[in-house]
């Protein structure tokens, strides 16, 4: 099976009236994909979905190892990173077909310190607001009351204490239309 954004960019490449806009990049992508999902049993959906994130890690170039179905502690694959001199880095990866909340990410953090693994990404169809892993004012106020300096900035800032990235559908397109748009680009110089 051909790998579904190599599909989407070749079509594009060869359509004077998507290749020009992004935003028509990304409609026609997310337009695609969805009368893919859509096609197919309810059942199977789910496994649609982690083939066309493997398909979009391979067309991003991201070196990634999959995972056996069976034991694998809710993990899908391992995204190897090499920072140069700091060595390589393993995240671990889950790909849910649903809408997430905190109590997937605490799963999925389970998942990840079974396997000795600090760091992850989920990659899923959308996310709730994920408050539980933002510092939150009362916690910011007692910090900044016990003599921590903390610049203004910083407290009206949301942070992010979370060590799972989540990435939703939405963003997977995103990354894909502004990429084909950059080759585009590349080829046309407009």
Known sequence: MKNIFSEVEEKVLFDDNLMFEESYIKDY???HILGKLNSID?????????????????YMNISFVRTKKTRDYGIDGIIKTNLGFFGEIDLGVQI??????????????SSLKNLEIQLGVIICKDSRNLEKYELNSKIKAILFSKGIEIKEKLIKDKV???????????????????????????????
């Open 160 to 190: 992010n204490i979370n060590p799972v990235l989540i990435l939703r559908f939405d963003e997977v397109i995103s990354v894909v239309s502004s990429q084909i748009r950059a080759v585009v680009k590349g080829i046309y110089k407009k």
């Open 42 to 58: 309810k059942e199977k959906v789910g496994f649609l979905f982690e083939e066309i994130i493997y398909d979009f890690l391979e």
């Open 96 to 109: 849910k077909y649903t809408t997430i909340d905190s109590n997937d990410v605490d799963l999925f953090l």
């Open 29 to 31: 992508i997310q337009n």
